[in-house]
């Protein structure tokens, strides 16, 4: 079976501006979880999604979005964006979403 | 709320060796899973073993094992025979069903030849 997979895995923006990050679950997952990984803050969570559905939603202002497919793949979108959001971003897809997550490689975004 | 308390910011071994990561977490509920996770440098982060709460078997994957303390709230990671590719960041995580996951801050873990 494949693994998650992200696109892009690098990007650079300027401030202001927005940007979306894809994801695609291992086939036959349903949930799917996005985090946002930075040096000073750890892996904080973002939302999940499970069948279409936003499911969990962490601190994250409303400039943070997301939604899913009928396919299981999502996407996170995120406007204005701030230097503060350069971070790598990472997805994780479950079965169910009550156990193990599997994490794809990343989107490392860059603000300038 | 529940968090996860990793308070080994930085661990060193040496090859062959065995190492213990610390983890624990503050939960009133009883059914949950724990997991460790690694991530290796500018690598993809990998789930290294996982315990469900209601068993109270230790989990084991080859090298790795848990020390599971449920009334303790303790679930640390031994590695065995460590070898240089055990070299990562190695994060606990706690998830109730249907709840998101919660992430401890990590341990860098080195190994030295």
């Known amino acids: 079976k494949a693994g998650v997979t992200q696109t892009p895995r690098y990007l650079i923006k300027t401030r202001g501006q927005q940007v979306t990050l894809s994801c695609s679950p291992i086939?036959?997952?349903?949930?799917v979880s996005w985090y946002q990984q930075t040096p000073g803050q750890g892996l904080q969570f973002l939302f999940e999604?499970?069948?279409?559905?936003?499911?969990n939603k962490g601190n994250f202002p409303g400039r943070f979005s997301g939604r899913q497919f009928s396919n299981s793949r999502s996407e996170m979108n995120v406007s204005t964006l701030e230097l503060g959001d350069s971070a790598l971003y990472l997805c994780?897809?479950?079965?169910?979403?009550?156990?193990?997550?599997?994490f794809g490689p990343g989107t490392r975004l860059t603000v300038l | 709320a529940q968090t996860v308390t990793q308070s080994q910011p930085e661990m060193s071994v040496q090859e062959a060796e065995t190492v213990t990561l610390s983890c624990t977490y503050d939960?009133?509920?009883?059914?949950?899973?724990l997991f460790w996770y690694k991530q290796p440098p500018s690598r993809q982060m990998i789930l290294v073993i996982r315990?469900?709460?209601?068993?109270?078997q230790n989990a084991t994957e080859n090298r790795f094992s848990v020390n599971f303390q449920k009334a303790a709230k303790s679930f640390s990671l031994k590695i065995s025979d460590s070898q240089l590719g055990d070299a990562a960041m190695y994060f606990c995580?706690?998830?109730?069903?249907?709840?998101?996951?919660?992430f401890g801050a990590g341990t860098r873990l080195t190994v030295k030849p």
């Open positions: 994780a897809s479950s079965l169910t979403g009550d156990n193990e997550q599997f």
């Open positions: 086939s036959g997952h349903r949930s």
């Open positions: 999604y499970f069948s279409e559905t936003q499911r």
């Open positions: 939960t009133s509920e009883s059914d949950y899973y």
């Open positions: 315990q469900e709460a209601y068993k109270q």
């Open positions: 995580a706690y998830r109730l069903r249907m709840v998101d996951m919660r």
